[in-house]
């Protein structure tokens, strides 16, 4: 087997179709005619490191509309499409601007988030045309914000997830959505706890709220990392269903918004492709429209992992070695960073990793690790997907060129999940663009870390 394949890259399937080895033995990423060795980045920037690429999102992006565009045509679907980039995935000025510049509306599920929209509206940085989605429990600065930007023209639309919200948004002349919770019958496997779902409302509650004025859109969210197909296309099904029965008392209603979900090959091949999914979800959206003789209705999609996952890897360098008496592994690979506070869901949800080397790719003998973050804590550790994580076999003492261990797929969730743990700082963070390199967030200095806690 090539080193290529083994290390899985080269490969769509991965979302790795931008990475390749070079002669030397380095991981590089080809933007173009551009290309970006992260072996030399680690070096010459340190380490633990970020480095997003912009050029990434903005390809997952086009791709994405595209396939919408195209499956709508040859199915003559007549509703349109619509997709929301959720900030909460990664509210990154480097990650937002890019998306938003390829044609991307947003999703925002706080006031803060939508204060930063609000600059970016005021700063004339996007097309005014833009639709915001205002998901999340809606706090009094909350509404105000959205009141002040629907009132100054921006399209502003807020989800209604509580009784509390029918009163605020029930009658206003601006467009409004509702959130319908899916009931456990309707189980799916996913990260998301559904049998203590806190959010929206049930499908007999929903009827029971009467007409509301301006309601255009019903949105729920199953959860996210969605690995089985049937997973998406059930809670579909419930929601026309809900959808059709709405839309009886408000005729309004015209969108249907299915939230996140959409799952990242981590580690491991999903078992379904994005272009079956959207072909299938507007093939029974438009079924089940025609039966009930009602508009194909317009789709909102809030893939945030998918968009952004692929588009930003972390590199950390092996500061020491440990034998493993007894285990899956053989050896400890003690790195300078934190899996606890930067890669957080290694911890949190113990996510798993496209985990490979950022240098010395062509080594032959490797060995059976397990990774140790270097923060105090047992739990800061990272053992893979069977129990250990392959790499070059390497000892800091003996071999002269450092190993660099390269996470990747980091892009969602982990930066606004981040932490302090031990005071450590965060790692550096690059954007890699269009040949050049920017240093997007110094590495953080003991007196900057000591004042977030007051020092
Ligand atoms: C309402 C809503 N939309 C979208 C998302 C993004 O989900 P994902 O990143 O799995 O696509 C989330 C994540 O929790 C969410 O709560």
Redesign the pocket.
Known sequence: MTRKRFWKLGNRVFNTHYFDIDKDGDLIVREGNNQYNLRFLAQKFGTPLEVVFPFILEERLEDLMDLFAAQIKALKYRGKFFYHY?M??NQNKEVVMPLVSEGANL?V?SANELWLVKRMWEQETFNPKIRVIC?GPKTDKYIRLIDELQHRGLTVIPVIEGPNEVSVFGSSRFEVGVRVDIPPSVSVQSRWDKTIDKFGFSEAELMKLGRMRNLQILHY?IG??IERQSDILHPLRYALQVYAKLRKINPTLDTIDI????PIPYDRKVGYAVTGLVRQMLTIMREYADRHRIPHPNLIA?????MVAPAQVTIYKVIDVKAIAKGTAKKWYVVDGSFMNDLLDTWAIHQKWHVLPASNLHAKKLVKTWMAGSSCDSDDKYTGQNSYVLLPDFDPNTTPEPLYVTFLDSG?YQDPLASHHCLLSSPAKLIAENGHIIVARKRESAEEVGKLFGW
């Not at 939230?259 to 959409?262: A, K, S």
């Not at 809030?302 to 998918?306: F, Q």
């Open positions: 959720p909460k995935v999703e599920s998901n969210h996210s990392q939230g996140g979900g959409m809030e893939w945030g992992r998918y969602a």
